[in-house]
């Protein structure tokens, strides 16, 4: 069956899919529990963008991968110079990427008259919850596009699915956990 076939989307994407409406519930459901748990407009905020950039992250990563796994760059193993040099590309842009938005909350806070402790509260949360999502959207990514691989599936029609949905529960249970030690929401 050749690699980008309409049936062989349709047939792996689908079920993937369906997969990701229960994550997605569930998501949803962890999102709820924890909204309910936090009074704080600006955490409530935090969501949304630890929700897209994880997600984002582990697509680049996810779609790099499935690229090198199809072109027999990298093997479905955890070595090689193209798979460190991928995740050490991940981490950096999620180091940046965190670190860039958290001082636009610690801004934000700050022009809100949280004064300096709130808002420093407010943008060490944030890098915080990101610093702990990050190694699972690594991890996630490349243990998921490696059995995908592994299986016969198509990485690029497995992958950037399921981690996007793992991330949305993961990033509300991160910052749930951070909100309430750090700014005691």
């Not at 497995?158 to 996007?164: D, F, L, S, W």
Request: glycine share 10%; proline share 4%.
């Amino acid at each position: 069956m050749p690699i980008y076939s309409a049936r062989r989307i349709v047939v792996e994407s689908y079920p993937i899919l369906l997969l990701c409406i229960f994550i997605g519930l569930f998501a949803g459901t962890t999102l709820q529990e924890s909204l309910s748990r936090i009074e704080g407009t600006l955490v409530m905020m935090m969501v949304p963008l630890l929700n897209g950039i994880g997600g984002n992250l582990g697509s680049i990563l996810g779609a790099r991968l499935g690229s090198a796994l199809h072109l027999g760059m990298v093997e479905p193993r955890l070595k090689g110079r193209v798979l460190k040099g991928n995740v050490n590309a991940s981490v950096l842009t999620s180091i940046g990427v965190f670190s860039f938005i958290s001082v636009v909350f610690f801004m934000i806070a700050y022009l809100w008259g949280m004064g300096f402790i709130g808002a420093a509260k407010h943008a060490l949360a944030f890098i915080l919850a990101g610093i702990l999502l990050t190694p699972v959207i690594i991890l996630s990514t490349i243990v998921l596009a490696f059995i995908s691989f592994r299986k016969g599936l198509d990485p690029d029609n497995v992958v950037i699915p399921i981690v996007t949905s793992i991330i949305d529960v993961v990033a509300a249970v991160c910052l749930l956990i951070i909100a309430i030690n750090i700014v005691g929401v």
